[in-house]
């Protein structure tokens, strides 16, 4: 990945200084100050030492009279898989859990509270192939597989709720697969799950072969540390996806994603989507995206007329957190697998929601009247002509 821009921010830091970039800084990401935390000298060490990048960034909220700060410390984790593809599946899964244990270590010292992973962080991202195996042998139970045994001890040991975005295998529905969103407690006991709601059918993205649309809704999840909700990667691109987590309650919306930079994954999309749904939403969002090149045995085509190929393109990394404001913090890099955390005073989306008063003047009752005309067979739209009266 020699040849690959490290990150949005190299370029701006690297050509904008002095007021320049305390401008850019202003009116790009809302920043006026930087609210970079400080990181132990051991867990700087530690990332060295495993070659990760760590950053962390505050989102503070004003002080109130009736109500204390609600901070909470959440932490991200975007990796490039750590095994050949080629290599068996268990260990494929290992080499992934073996590399990414080192990183939860360095977020349990600094103590994160909350981490969500990328999309199915524990297998590569091989629904471009259209086969069947092995890739199908990579699910799991949601409630009792290998990848949550692995994280529920974590769990219990730093107090930490776990994201985990997996492929389910759902034993007790006839063996069926599920793009699938785990919730760990801080104790170490699962919650529950979400499944992804909106299945790609763009470019290489081709999960409809192996699983369907997903049937829990919208989940909110009351952890210790705050309501947190997933919308899985390309519900990312539907804006009723991210409405309905915030109308169920949502603290933070977490988008674990696979996305590359080509059209179907829209990296100049990237940093607006989960910043937009922040906004519209009055919550914290953070987007987490894969990192690196994943090359499989097997050349696959894209449809288009053009060669076939190995991989999907650079899953481009650039995972972000923005506030209920808007304000987003600087991104990880596209090219290195890394840990991000934000230290988020909660109280500040009610603070937002008071102020900006879009939840009081979203007119829900309209949409919920039009739509439904919308969805009558005999629909027109409403389209209004000059000649018309
Ligand atoms: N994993 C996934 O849904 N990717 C689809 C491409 C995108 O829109 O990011």
């Not at 930087?34 to 060490?45: F, G, Q």
């Not at 859990?97 to 600094?110: L, P, R, S, Y």
Request: aromatic content about 10%; proline content about 4%; some cysteine.
């Amino acid at each position: 990945m020699e040849n690959e821009t490290v990150s949005l921010e190299s370029i701006i830091n690297n050509n904008l200084n002095g007021r320049d970039l305390e401008e850019f800084n202003r009116i790009y990401y809302g920043r006026t100050d930087n609210h970079e935390v400080k990181l132990k000298e051991s867990s700087i060490a530690a990332a060295k030492e495993a070659d990760f990048e760590i950053a962390a960034y505050a989102f503070p909220a004003k002080k109130e009279q009736t109500r204390t700060p609600r901070i909470v410390k959440v932490g991200v984790i975007q990796h490039s898989i750590a095994a050949p593809t080629d290599r068996p599946v268990n260990e494929q899964k290992k080499a992934i859990f073996d590399k990414v244990k080192k990183i939860i270590d360095v977020a349990g010292q600094e103590g994160v509270n909350i981490i969500c992973f990328q999309e199915l962080w524990n297998m590569p991202f091989a629904f471009c192939t259209r086969e069947k195996q092995p890739w199908c042998e990579f699910a799991e139970s949601a409630e009792e597989g290998p990848t949550t045994r692995f994280l529920s001890e974590l769990a219990a040991k730093y107090a930490m709720v776990f994201v985990s975005s997996i492929l389910e295998r759902d034993e007790n529905h006839s063996d069926i697969l599920w793009n699938t969103a785990v919730i760990i407690s801080d104790t170490g006991s699962v919650i529950g799950k979400h499944r992804k709601n909106h299945i790609p059918r763009v470019g290489d993205f081709n999960e409809s072969n192996y699983y369907m649309e997903g049937n829990t809704g919208h989940p909110v999840f009351a952890t210790r540390y705050g309501k947190i909700a997933v919308n899985i990667c390309f519900g990312r691109h539907h804006v009723l996806n991210w409405m309905m987590f915030g109308q169920n309650g949502a603290e933070i919306v977490f988008n674990p994603s696979a996305t590359i930079a080509a059209e179907a994954g829209s990296e100049y999309m990237w940093n607006i989507e989960a910043r937009n749904a922040a906004i519209t939403n009055c919550y914290y969002t953070a987007a987490i995206n894969r990192v690196g090149y994943e090359e499989f045995p097997n050349e696959f085509t894209s449809a288009d007329g053009k060669p076939a190929h190995k991989d999907l393109g650079l899953f481009y990394g650039s995972s972000y957190f923005t506030g209920p404001d808007g304000v987003r913090c600087p991104g990880l890099s596209r090219t290195k697998d890394g840990l991000l955390i934000a230290v988020m005073d909660l109280n500040k989306n009610r603070q937002i929601k008071d102020r900006r008063c879009y939840y009081m003047t979203q007119r829900l009752d309209m949409y919920v009247s039009s739509l439904s005309k919308v969805l009558e067979l005999d629909y027109k739209p409403q389209v209004v002509h000059e000649n018309e009266k």
